[in-house]
């Protein structure tokens, strides 16, 4: 059926099936005869929540519906949109070579990240701030598309900016440059990827500063780029370009499978002089100016090596079914998000899918890429999930729909978990009690190929099970699946770890349950029976604790470690704790792993005062194989200045570590403290 909104300024007459080419006979053969072969009456394709527009009509009218939406009642005075990223476990995500790479969430999925490391070289991209920087405060303003705003424009530079290619030599821990990518100055690099001998670098013409509320607008997408390069690296001292692709929309997020790099972006159409807190007047002129929309002004451009492409067409354009019950009842903003698959071997793209909604987020599995949507809608906040097939067609496979909200910001992904044909979400719903606020709910779901949507198969809590996960008021932390085990933290004054069986779909439950201080946000599951958590105790300092989790029904505390606390630190922070890829983890052997943590804090001492340092620790996690013995141990740390571009990642090559803080390197031998080098 036709899609069909309130208050539409032209009616939809139109019938959408979810194949390109829709279904029935011809009433003629090929020959152009009348037919008068007996009519079949095939079954109907399966249709779900998104169907495929079949007119450019059905496009310009969801978006022209959207920007009637957002100018009632001066929406543009709200925050439209959650920032995302990333940015993404069915397993332990760790490398057992004898270097690390980047700590990603799934399996042979990989994940754009500013540095790269392929055990022979080193890929760093410069700072999003580049050489300076402005704060922008969180104010509100009126929505204007042709004024200018100073999130629209980079800051001023002194120099060129470049990728950083440095060569590595583990055996003595050195390391230096060999060449470099010089960029161009209208876009910064959101992230990079390496694969055989191709470097990829993903970059936005989006610069937000501290942004606040500005990064939230609707308008704020409009006029953005993003663009993927893809360089040859086989010549390392001289990388030449192989690829470019640049898209209308800002940069949502990507992932890298194999020899194909999904990235998603999200476009708002910019339409001039359409006024987004309109009065009377300017309310017709706003009439008039979408009377006129055409499917061009909508849809993004987008150039292949600098050539128009015509990579998006109205039918890779997917939108709610109106009359599919779990649809919400209000549709969202003008916003389309775009999911676009690019095949490293031809350097080409394979295909473009276009969704006419935002997305506040994505999780990738091995199989699919989900799109996340937070509908508020209704008074209950219900989260929206889409899936397609991570191939190189990203064919649409169903959508479903589940109670409360995806939070943790960067995080989110791993309330999410794919796991044996299963789907698992956790979210929360908010309220205004003043004795609960929150409520946290696990629910199942299961792809039905055959009718394209996701059916609910459980929930916890529920009838049976009523237990709520958390106590009143405790909103919630760390979330880590590990095959048929889920394990949550939630904190308000302490910190309880539950510990769920999933191993019955049909009947989740909370198996354990731990109470102890502080709160663990990141969670690294070492093996089945061990679990490490990094998060902060009572007093607020970075805090790493190992739980023995090898009877599900009765998990224990093996030791905490506070960090800083034997220099009388006054605060600290670990940027791990909410970026996974500022941890590095490595698997030695069964009795051995080791794991690296960057920490920035405030020193004090009556003969300094106060100092502020950034810092690289190295732990070794010794007898691991008997989960009773197991524990942390210190073995060294790399201590260097602190500075304004804290962004931190580091590598383990051998008994060489490698720490990134900024741009620049630092390096030691494992355990060695006065090894320390750089920088580089």
């Not at 007119?55 to 949109?81: K, Y």
């Not at 069986?501 to 989740?508: A, F, G, R």
């Not at 200045?641 to 590598?651: E, Q, T, V, Y």
Request: aromatic fraction near 10%; charged fraction near 20%; charge should be negative.
């Amino acid at each position: 059926m036709c899609a069909h909104y309130p208050k539409v300024l032209l009616s939809i007459i139109a019938s959408v099936l979810i194949s390109c080419g829709g279904g029935g006979g011809s009433a003629y053969n090929n020959a152009g005869d009348i037919n008068n072969d007996p009519v079949v009456n095939e079954q109907p394709a399966p249709q779900g929540m998104l169907i495929r527009a079949e007119t450019d009509s059905e496009i310009i009218n969801s978006v022209r519906q959207g920007l009637i939406t957002l100018t009632e009642g001066n929406m543009a005075e709200r925050a439209l949109f959650q920032p995302s990223i990333e940015v993404t476990a069915s397993d332990a995500v760790t490398s057992s070579e004898n270097y690390t790479t980047t700590y990603t969430l799934e399996k042979n999925v990989d994940e754009h990240d500013y540095v790269k490391y392929n055990g022979d070289h080193m890929f760093i991209a410069p700072s999003k701030s580049m050489d300076c920087c402005f704060i922008m405060d969180d104010v509100i303003v009126e929505e204007d598309p042709t004024a200018s705003s100073a999130l629209n424009v980079l800051p001023t530079q002194t120099d060129k900016r470049r990728i950083r290619i440095l060569r590595t030599e583990p055996a003595t821990a050195s390391i230096e440059q060999v060449s470099s990518i010089e960029l161009d100055t209208l876009h910064t690099v959101e992230g990079l990827y390496v694969s055989g001998s191709q470097l990829s670098a993903i970059s936005s013409s989006g610069w937000w500063g501290s942004y606040g509320s500005e990064f939230l607008r609707v308008s704020r997408w409009r006029e953005q780029t993003t663009v993927l390069d893809i360089y040859d690296i086989s010549d390392i001292g001289n990388p030449t370009s192989q690829f470019n692709i640049e898209v209308e929309g800002g940069f949502v997020s990507s992932r890298r499978k194999g020899n194909i790099i999904y990235f998603i972006t999200r476009h708002t159409p910019s339409i001039r002089g359409f006024e987004y807190s309109p009065t009377a007047e300017q309310q017709t002129e706003n009439e008039q100016l979408l009377n006129n929309l055409t499917v061009t002004d909508i849809l993004p451009k987008v150039t292949v090596d600098g050539e128009p492409s015509e990579a998006i067409k109205s039918q890779d354009c997917f939108l709610f079914d109106r009359d599919n019950e779990q649809a919400p009842v209000k549709i969202g903003y003008p916003t389309l998000t775009i999911v676009f698959a690019i095949d490293l071997v031809s350097n080409s793209l394979s295909k473009a899918r276009c969704y006419l909604e935002s997305t506040d987020g994505i999780y990738v599995s091995e199989n699919t890429i989900y799109l996340t949507q937070v509908n508020t809608s209704s008074a209950k906040s219900k989260t929206i999930l889409h899936g397609y097939d991570l191939s190189s067609d990203l064919n649409y496979l169903g959508s479903g729909v589940v109670e409360g909200a995806l939070y943790l910001n960067g995080n989110r992904d791993f309330r999410i978990n794919e796991y044996e044909g299963y789907l698992r979400v956790v979210t929360t719903d908010r309220d205004f009690d003043s004795d609960d606020r929150f409520d946290h709910q696990l629910s199942i779901l299961k792809l039905n190929e055959q009718e394209l949507r996701m059916d609910l198969i459980s929930t916890l809590p529920n009838e049976n099970r009523p237990q709520e996960i958390g106590k009143p008021n405790e909103d919630l932390y760390g979330v880590r699946f590990f095959g048929n085990t889920l394990y949550l933290v939630t904190f308000e004054r302490i910190d309880p770890l539950y510990v769920l069986d999933l191993s019955v779909p049909s009947d989740p439950m909370i198996a354990g349950e731990l109470t102890v201080t502080g709160f663990s946000d990141f969670l690294h599951p070492v093996s089945e029976k061990l679990l490490l958590g990094l998060g902060q105790d009572e007093s607020g300092l970075v805090k790493l604790e190992l739980f023995d989790v090898g009877r599900m029904n009765l998990p224990s505390s093996l030791g905490a470690m506070v960090l800083g606390s034997d220099e009388n630190a006054r605060w600290s922070y670990s940027e791990a704790r909410y970026n996974r890829h500022a941890f590095t983890y490595q698997q030695i052997n069964d009795d051995l792993d080791r794991f690296l943590v960057p920490v920035s804090m405030g020193l004090y001492s009556d003969a300094s005062g106060y100092q502020n340092k950034d810092r690289l620790y190295m732990f070794e996690l010794r007898n691991k194989s008997i989960p009773s013995l197991a524990s942390i141990f210190e073995v060294g740390r790399i201590t260097t200045p602190s500075g304004w571009d804290n962004r931190n990642r580091s590598f383990i090559h051998d008994n060489a570590v490698y720490y990134i803080n900024g741009t620049s390197v630092w390096s030691s031998i494992w355990g060695n403290a006065n090894s320390q080098s750089g920088p580089f």
